[in-house]
């Protein structure tokens, strides 16, 4: 069984949107679990009301409307529980769960809570961590289930991720590189064109850590490795997963794999790096700190002064506030606060 986990905070009309192109995904045995971040705006009361046929999934690019229309059949049985509640999935057959996380654990917080729903229900194999601000192609997953059948020592595998505004142009081919010294990571094919039969060379010998907008990861993986850092809060999060994973399991990539990402629209982020959202800024600069004191203390001083610049650049491009963000996030940091 695949469980397939989205965290949810005040996006319910993406988080519907997704799940109309997850129902029509061409593969059995898989089961949703929608994890949500305490939102103020009643987002699982509007996607139970999705579910029943009362609302109805928009899309705004008219180009991948084909994945989400038309409406998948409605009703939908959902089971509607807390992290709270001990209860087990094993004896219920529900395909969707609508999984009330009680507060705002952040990203990994709210996707360990769909991980521990999963490794109690007994049937788990695979977990897809996807976010809600994504479209999937029909064959999305199944072409992450046989690159991971192919690879037993695969831990993690990712997809080829395209812009949802630009569907021919790649956000990330599986993942992303990272530099220690700057702290900064780059998404593999980055701007880049996309066609199915494009050959971009050797890209899984590549891969430092897998996008976490679409993150496939192997039930062996997080028993052994165990659940998601939630120091971050945000950002971060799949990179200490893979350093705490390295010699254990390789990372893969399943290029027909296609997901169509929003970025960003979950926490107010924007293309455009000098319109982040303060939540975005801080918890970047903040994470990004986290991560070298944990992995390498060495490069503390290079990253520190990386964030250093990134503040500035937005000072001198008259974004005061995300300025301050970025210092504050480093500064909290440095602290351990």
């Not at 999935?89 to 009330?100: G, P, S, T």
Request: charged share 20%; hydrophobic share 40%.
């Amino acid at each position: 069984m695949v469980y397939i986990i989205l965290v949810n905070w005040n996006g319910w009309k993406d988080t519907i949107e997704c799940l109309e192109s997850v129902l029509r995904l061409r593969c059995t045995g898989f089961r949703v679990l929608v994890c949500d971040n305490a939102s103020e705006d009643g987002s699982l009361d509007r996607i139970a009301e999705w579910a029943d046929g009362g609302r109805v999934a928009t899309c705004a690019n008219p180009e991948l409307n084909h994945l989400t229309a038309p409406p998948v059949p409605k009703p939908i049985a959902f089971l509607r529980t807390s992290s709270r509640e001990a209860i087990s999935l094993a004896d219920k057959q529900e395909k969707l769960v609508l999984i009330q996380v009680g507060a705002n654990l952040g990203y990994a917080g709210a996707n360990n809570v769909g991980l521990r729903f999963a490794l109690e229900a007994g049937d788990f194999e695979y977990a897809w961590l996807l976010n809600n601000d994504t479209v999937v192609d029909p064959e999305a997953l199944s072409a992450l289930l046989e690159r991971m059948r192919q690879c037993p020592d695969a831990g993690m595998c990712g997809s080829t991720v395209l812009y949802y505004d630009r569907p021919s142009t790649i956000q990330a081919l599986g993942g992303s590189i990272y530099n220690p010294w700057t702290g900064r990571g780059g998404h593999i094919g980055l701007g880049k064109n996309w066609a199915p039969h494009t050959r971009f060379g050797p890209i899984e010998n590549h891969i430092k850590y897998v996008l976490g907008a679409s993150m496939f990861v192997r039930r062996q993986f997080i028993e052994k490795i165990g659940l998601m850092n939630e120091a971050y809060f945000l950002y971060y999060e799949e990179i200490d997963w893979a350093v705490r994973a390295r010699g254990k399991f390789s990372f893969r990539y399943a290029p027909l794999s296609i997901v169509y990402h929003k970025e960003g629209s979950s926490i107010g982020t924007a293309v455009d790096r000098s319109r982040r959202s303060l939540l975005s800024d801080y918890y970047a600069a903040r994470s990004c700190m986290l991560f070298a004191k944990r992995y390498y203390p060495l490069a503390c001083p290079t990253v520190a002064m990386a964030l250093a610049a990134r503040g500035l650049f937005r000072l001198v491009m008259g974004n005061f506030v995300c300025a301050r963000a970025v210092i504050r996030g480093l500064q909290d940091a440095l602290r351990g606060k």
